[in-house]
């Protein structure tokens, strides 16, 4: 089965400079990879995902990218605030068609923003 | 919105005893799930339903069964609790072939004494 990467597990970066967030995943198969943020107490939450067909997708301050070669994805995010401590999973799914029981999550980053 | 609501936020359990842990969506989709969160593990998905009556086992199922008895409820239950099975429990929604969205409840924290 699909086995997905994720690292760094803990990040901390300044207020205001840029994180990255890796991962590796395993099953050629795999074309859909979403990114989930789940705040302090609160339910993980999609705030991004690509499919294998894009290399890169934006949403205002974050980012996600693609390469498919390889067979890793990473998550970008610009201008880092407060709001964006979270943990983050990355994800990886060999068919969307069939439902989301073949999604495979990463184990999870840890970002913390230092004031 | 979407809304899946689970019953409990916090359960403390025996060691033996039998868990309900019960999931309820109000929109009438057919596909739910159960994952298992654990720090360092990530979402580990235990069990699925894509209909009434219809169960599948996920990646981590041993020590879990599933009840879909109507489309809009969800029952995991631990038939013999242990203490490896304390945990923060997540039902989902969604994660369809059009919409591979997932939508989480809040999460139940059971502990295992």
């Known amino acids: 089965g699909e086995n997905v990467e994720q690292h760094p597990s803990t990040l901390s970066v300044q207020e205001g400079d840029s994180a990255v967030i890796k991962c590796t995943y395993s099953d050629s198969a795999s074309n859909y990879f979403p990114w989930y943020k789940q705040e302090l107490g609160k339910r993980p939450q999609l705030i991004i995902d690509?499919?294998?067909?894009?290399g890169e997708k934006k949403d205002q301050r974050i980012a996600v990218t693609l390469n498919k070669t390889a067979k890793h994805f990473s998550l970008h995010i610009t201008e880092t605030q407060p709001e964006d401590s979270a943990v983050y999973f990355c994800?990886?799914?060999?068919?969307?068609?069939?439902?989301?029981?073949?999604?495979?999550f990463g184990k999870g980053t840890h970002l913390i923003i230092q004031p | 919105d979407v809304k899946v609501t689970q019953s409990s936020r916090y359960l403390v359990k025996r060691t033996g005893e039998k868990v309900f842990l019960e999931c309820v969506q109000d929109m009438d989709h057919e596909n739910m799930f159960w994952y298992r969160q654990d720090p360092g593990l990530g979402l580990r998905l235990i069990y699925f339903?894509?209909?009434?009556?219809?169960?599948e086992k996920g990646d981590i199922p041993e020590g879990y069964s599933v009840s879909r008895e109507k489309k809009e409820r969800f029952s995991l239950i631990l038939e013999s609790a242990s203490t490896n099975q304390t945990s923060m429990y997540l039902c989902?929604?969604?994660?369809?072939?059009?919409?591979?969205?997932?939508?989480f409840g809040s999460g139940t924290q059971l502990s295992v004494l």
């Open positions: 690509i499919r294998s067909n894009v």
């Open positions: 994800a990886a799914s060999p068919d969307s068609g069939g439902g989301a029981d073949g999604l495979t």
């Open positions: 989902a929604w969604g994660g369809t072939a059009t919409n591979e969205k997932l939508f």
């Open positions: 339903s894509y209909d009434v009556k219809m169960k």
